[in-house]
């Protein structure tokens, strides 16, 4: 089991996100007031401490959200989880959709360094279960068994 070490909004795209003690997380749209909150597959992203951890040893200061990512975790090996995997934070659940991204053009980490790790390592997720998750609580992979299970109940799955 992993932990939440924090959670990042912003109001605009293409910013860092800065940390909030809380955030409500919707079905079909990803955190309230986040600008990347919408009907699409990438309502909600992850990044590792531990991966952030690799970007501190070349030298940069990073706070959570540098890389403009909803949810800070540790614990969690987030980069090797398949998509399709379901993850319960606090009592929502999220469901992976993609690894990694396309660094867009002027990523002021990547111009430092030579290098980002959000391409690589970062995931999104959609919204499966709905509520409110603070910093510190639990996060944790679901087992097939109990992903399975889901699935078959139809436990709020996204049939589209």
Known sequence: MGKI?????SSKKGVNKEPVAEVRLRV?????????AGNWHRQVSLLA???IDVM???????APGAFAE???????DLVHLPVGTRLRA???ELEVTQIGKKCHKGCAIFQQVGDCIMPREGIFTKVIRPGTIRS???????AARETEKIKLTGGGVDHA
């Open 5 to 9: 070490i924090s959670l990042n909004i």
């Open 28 to 36: 079909d749209h990803g955190i309230e007031g986040d600008a990347h």
């Open 136 to 142: 510190g609580d639990p996060i944790q992979v679901l």
């Open 70 to 76: 909803n949810i800070t975790t540790e614990g969690i």
């Open 90 to 92: 606090g009592k929502t």
């Open 49 to 51: 401490r531990e991966s």
């Open 56 to 62: 501190r040893a070349k030298g940069l200061e990073l």
